[in-house]
């Protein structure tokens, strides 16, 4: 069983940034993938980043360019650096990873982001 605990979120304002960690109870390099999801209210959990085994990136359209996502073996952990945020990045920041053998899905608590003036 892992065990995802997600911290960095906060109140930032349009153009700041911030930087969410993404820390697990074991090794990521038993993961196939990690990410970081996404759900604003009312809206549908979507998908923001997301870093293979490889360290092979994927970008949602909506962030490509401003945010980018990254990962430390060493320190079991994912990180997600967000620059140029914006009004529409408000939402509650998911750490997720997928298990290399069983394909089995985890998810972190949550950190809520939000971007306001």
């Known amino acids: 069983q892992v065990q995802l605990v997600e911290s960095g979120g906060g109140l930032v304002q349009p153009g700041g940034s911030l930087r969410l960690s993404c820390a697990a109870s074991?090794?990521?390099?038993?993961?196939?993938?990690m990410g970081w999801y996404r759900q604003a209210p009312g809206k549908q959990r979507e998908l923001v980043a997301t870093?293979?085994?490889?360290?092979?990136?994927n970008y949602a359209d909506s962030v490509k360019g401003r945010f980018t996502i990254s990962r430390d073996n060493a320190k079991n952990t994912v990180y997600l650096q967000m620059n140029s945020l914006k009004s529409e990045d408000t939402a509650v920041y998911y750490c997720?990873?997928?298990?290399?053998?069983?394909?089995?899905?985890?998810w972190g608590q949550g950190t809520q982001v939000t971007v306001s003036s």
């Open positions: 997720n990873a997928v298990a290399l053998v069983t394909l089995k899905n985890y």
């Open positions: 074991g090794s990521i390099l038993s993961m196939a993938a």
């Open positions: 870093i293979t085994r490889g360290s092979s990136a």
